[in-house]
């Protein structure tokens, strides 16, 4: 039973989240990871939110650990009741992770996937994030990002334009990162552009991979 909303997130009396948009973007999104996504392993969520996409993907690819994280605890408590709930033995408690510090309290991870979040933080976290998907990944491993973005030549589109007026509005290091910015701090860490495609709701899903120093 709903109990609340906070931020525009309505929460259970079990302090779980639920955002509006994740019923709507996560089987898309998990059509384009299932193509990407490692055989086996270990999937570190970063900046997992509510944890219903952690939940949901847990559950889509049960040959795959997925491990959540977020650096609010509130949220890290919407993670905790959605996985109680749920009982999904692949899904992992959440980690306390903010991409900006050096340490991150997680030693290797197969694929990393990061969700909405670079345009609602600083700058800063975007080569954090690169930073640390390279010391986590394998040769070859994905860090996949999905989001809204701005592409140098395309008309941003009038949702978007609106979305980050607002995102500016609330804090002036907050808003739609350039792609070609983006790409420029992946490779600035050893991570190459694999693909971009466009998704619903005018959202890309872009996939970085490390690069193999063998090769």
Known sequence: MIGGVMGGLAMSDDEALYAPAVPRNREPIGAALASVLP???????????TG??????AATFPHL???????????????????RAAACANLRPPLDLDVSMPHWPISRADAIVCINMIHIAPWAATPGL???????????GVLVLYGPFREHGVRLANSN???????????????LRDLS???RAAEAHGLALSQHVAMPANNLFVVFRKVDPAR
């Open 39 to 49: 055989r086996f392993g270990t999937v570190l969520e970063v900046a997992s939110g």
């Open 52 to 57: 219903e996409h952690a939940l949901h993907w």
């Open 65 to 83: 650990i997925w491990q959540p994280s977020d650096p609010d605890p509130v949220a890290r408590r919407s993670i905790v009741a959605h996985t």
């Open 130 to 140: 690169m930073a640390g998907a390279v010391r986590l990944l394998p040769p070859g």
């Open 161 to 175: 334009a609106a979305f980050d007026a607002d995102l500016r509005a609330r804090d002036p290091a907050w808003g």
């Open 181 to 183: 910015a983006v790409t």
